[in-house]
């Protein structure tokens, strides 16, 4: 068959060159049954729906509205690290913390794996926009897809579609740019063969291609390898144009505090993947009086505005959550967000009734079928949902959503969170000194790795600005990017830091700080510090609260523990040193800032 005859091609809802030019190609090289472009709409919606549950990929919940759930293959659960590729011209630009592999090399090497790849299945075309439509240059990318299940993951993750297509063309008429986002599952059928409910293959690659701004990712159907406006196009990609234009883009959620006289902050915080964004964006505030509102949970875009202060866009347009520990007592706001609906679960239990469960959330029930599609009861032994499980459902469907969330502009950023799961050593809350200091804490930050990610779980390993997996160069010119933004500002224009670890342990490895809606307690004190009014102590490593300064009325806590949480042990601390000093040998001590050495030297002497 010819690429002309492919059914679909040819009804293509734009006149934009470039994008029918490569529309073409990608049908020539993967030969589909048909082309469709994808327009957004509820009719799109529906029949994809449908055609996915007669697929026996989804299964329609009768607990929420247009709900489903999905399980995957089992061995396609997760981000894969080790798969991840920046395909850079220099190995030296893409650093020693990415895997690399010249551009022509991986090109040549993927042509063949796509190479009729998506021979029996539909070839998706979808225009998406990351941030909001309204943007003056708006960020634009169109990704190719044999999944069904990606088209409406994208429909609840991304502007796409019409609203998005139009937006390819300027004012003036010319052809705007676009990132180009090509993704198979690799799973072709050949004439009569039945297909499996999660197609995918066990080769994958997921692949970036930073000059030419260009992503190829195939094998995997898990949304943070397939979902290309996410991980790939704003975070990889984007850093790299952040790099280049002089912003940043950042694995960071987005808060709106609101305390009890009404003033307003907004907080940024960086927390490696499944390490509380999405419950710190949805907070629940214990503090009495005081409110939060969300405008995005797992990505900011930042830059300079006319005032000289940081504004943050979350470019995604829904929430991609972590289910397991999601409940009405923990984080109340995701569950008002998914009961509404409109929301598809993958690798949950399913309760007999037709609703979803997973660890965490209340009311468990006697017998579940498991993610893995067993009887489970209580006694099982087994986990009911993946410790990976994921809710993908709209923003706009919280009801605490920031009135300015879709607002091009952003908004203007107070506070920049770093933090991570750490057993020990962390204090619950660390101010930085200034913005070098707050550099070299999110450049030298550590957390116990994850199931969000393929591999073994609970090894501490650095991950700066909790960007390890989403860098698309090389760490060490990240750093001087970073330290470089805070040349441009006036330093109290620039966004305060702090480190945070809500994850420290005590005795039975229980935590010692609650965590969830108790958190606020700790940003009502970075609150404070901002304006002023709250005291800090200084240490070693950094600025924590002194004894009064936390507000701790009605925290059902002990004082002990609050105390052992916030912590700072020279000895614990000088068992950093040399494991920093390895890290900065692993980015390479030339590539390292003289700022941050400088930092790390001065570290040393404190801790004595
Ligand atoms: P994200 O992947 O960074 O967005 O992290 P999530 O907010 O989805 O949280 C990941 C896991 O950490 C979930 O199981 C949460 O229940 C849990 N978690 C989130 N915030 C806290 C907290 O403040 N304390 C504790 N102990 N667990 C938390
Ligand atoms: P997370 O997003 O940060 O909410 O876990 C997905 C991921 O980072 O893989
Ligand atoms: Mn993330
Ligand atoms: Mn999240």
């Known amino acids: 068959?010819?690429?002309?005859?492919?059914?679909?091609?040819?009804?293509?809802?734009?006149?934009?060159?470039?994008?029918?030019?490569?529309?073409?190609?990608?049908?020539?090289?993967?030969?589909?049954?048909?082309?469709?472009?994808?327009?957004?709409?509820?009719?799109?919606?529906?029949?994809?729906?449908?055609?996915?549950?007669?697929?026996?990929?989804?299964?329609?919940?009768?607990?929420?509205?247009?709900?489903?759930?999905?399980?995957?293959?089992?061995?396609?659960?997760?981000?894969?690290?080790?798969?991840?590729?920046i395909c850079s011209e220099n190995e030296a630009d893409a650093g020693p913390t990415n895997n690399w592999m010249h551009p022509v090399d991986m090109k040549v090497l993927l042509t063949e794996h796509f190479r009729a790849s998506m021979a029996g299945?539909?070839?998706?075309?979808?225009?998406?926009?990351?941030?909001p439509l309204d943007s003056e240059e708006p960020k634009l990318g169109v990704e190719i897809t044999d999944s069904a299940y990606v088209v409406l993951s994208m429909h609840i993750m991304t502007r796409m579609g019409t609203a998005a297509l139009e937006r390819f063309t300027a004012p003036d008429g010319t052809e705007r740019e676009f990132v180009p986002a090509l993704h198979s599952v690799g799973a072709p059928l050949a004439p009569g063969q039945a297909d499996v409910p999660w197609p995918c293959n066990p080769v994958k690659y997921i692949s970036h291609f930073p000059e030419e701004r260009m992503?190829?990712?195939?094998?995997?159907?898990?949304?943070?390898?397939?979902?290309?406006?996410?991980?790939?196009?704003?975070?990889?990609?984007?850093?790299?144009?952040?790099?280049?234009?002089?912003?940043?883009?950042?694995?960071?959620?987005?808060?709106?505090?609101i305390s009890p006289e009404n003033e307003v902050h907004y907080v940024a915080a960086a927390f490696p993947s499944a390490c509380g964004k999405t419950n710190l964006a949805m907070l629940q505030p214990?503090?009495?009086?005081?409110?939060?509102?969300?405008?995005?949970?797992?990505?900011?875009?930042?830059?300079?505005?006319?005032?000289?202060?940081?504004?943050?866009?979350?470019?995604?347009?829904?929430?991609?959550?972590?289910?397991?520990?999601?409940?009405?007592?923990?984080?109340?706001?995701?569950?008002?967000?998914?009961?509404?609906?409109?929301?598809?679960?993958?690798?949950?239990?399913?309760?007999d009734d037709g609703d979803v469960w997973w660890e965490g959330l209340e009311?468990?029930?006697?017998?579940?079928?498991?993610?893995?599609?067993?009887?489970?009861?209580?006694?099982?032994?087994?986990?009911?949902?993946?410790?990976?499980?994921?809710y993908c459902t709209p923003m706009s469907q919280s009801p605490i959503l920031a009135p300015e969330w879709d607002d091009p502009k952003g908004v203007p950023i107070s506070a920049i969170l770093f933090g991570g799961r750490r057993k020990t050593t962390v204090p619950l809350v660390n101010e930085a000194r200034d913005w070098r200091h707050g550099v070299f804490l999110g450049a030298t930050m550590s957390s116990e790795t994850t199931a969000a990610a393929a591999g073994s779980v609970g090894n501490v390993r650095r991950d700066p600005m909790a960007m390890l997996p989403f860098l698309g160069y090389h760490a060490g010119d990240y750093f001087q990017h970073w330290l470089n933004i805070g040349e441009r500002a006036a330093p109290d224009m620039l966004p305060k830091i702090f480190y945070v670890n809500w994850f420290r342990r005590g005795d039975n490895s229980r935590f010692l700080w609650p965590g969830f809606g108790e958190n606020s307690r700790v940003l009502k004190w970075i609150v404070d510090r901002i304006e002023g009014r709250a005291t800090a102590l200084d240490t070693p490593v950094g600025r924590i609260?002194?004894?009064?300064?936390?507000?701790?009325?009605?925290?059902?806590?002990?004082?002990?523990?609050?105390?052992?949480?916030?912590?700072?042990?020279?000895?614990?601390?000088?068992?950093?040193?040399?494991?920093?000093?390895?890290?900065?040998?692993?980015?390479?001590?030339?590539?390292?800032?003289?700022?941050?050495?400088?930092?790390?030297?001065?570290?040393?002497?404190?801790?004595?």
């Not at 005859?5 to 490569?22: F, I, K, M, N, Y």
């Not at 609260?545 to 507000?551: M, S, V």
């Not at 052992?564 to 590539?591: C, M, Q, S, T, Y």
């Open 121 to 131: 299945r539909t070839m998706y075309v979808i225009p998406f926009c990351m941030g």
């Open 215 to 257: 992503i190829w990712s195939y094998g995997s159907g898990y949304g943070g390898n397939s979902l290309l406006g996410k991980k790939c196009y704003s975070l990889r990609i984007a850093s790299v144009m952040a790099r280049d234009e002089g912003w940043l883009a950042e694995h960071m959620l987005i808060l709106k505090l």
């Open 363 to 390: 009311d468990r029930p006697e017998h579940l079928t498991s993610w893995t599609k067993q009887d489970w009861t209580p006694g099982s032994g087994d986990k009911a949902a993946h410790p990976n499980s994921r």
């Open 1 to 85: 068959m010819t690429a002309s005859t492919v059914p679909g091609l040819e009804q293509a809802p734009t006149t934009h060159r470039a994008l029918l030019d490569w529309v073409r190609d990608v049908a020539e090289l993967t030969t589909p049954l048909r082309v469709v472009w994808c327009d957004g709409s509820q009719d799109e919606w529906r029949e994809l729906s449908v055609d996915l549950v007669n697929a026996g990929t989804l299964v329609r919940l009768s607990g929420k509205p247009n709900s489903f759930l999905a399980v995957s293959d089992p061995g396609d659960v997760a981000r894969v690290e080790d798969r991840t590729f």
């Open 545 to 608: 609260p002194t004894a009064d300064a936390l507000d701790l009325d009605g925290l059902n806590t002990p004082l002990a523990d609050v105390d052992a949480a916030l912590n700072v042990d020279p000895g614990e601390w000088r068992e950093e040193i040399p494991l920093i000093e390895n890290w900065f040998k692993h980015i390479g001590d030339d590539k390292i800032p003289s700022a941050l050495r400088d930092e790390l030297e001065s570290l040393r002497l404190r801790l004595g």
């Open 286 to 351: 214990a503090l009495p009086g005081w409110r939060a509102e969300t405008l995005g949970d797992d990505i900011a875009w930042m830059r300079f505005g006319e005032d000289g202060r940081l504004y943050a866009v979350n470019p995604e347009f829904g929430f991609f959550g972590v289910a397991p520990g999601t409940g009405w007592h923990t984080n109340p706001n995701a569950m008002r967000t998914i009961e509404k609906g409109n929301t598809i679960f993958t690798n949950v239990a399913l309760t």
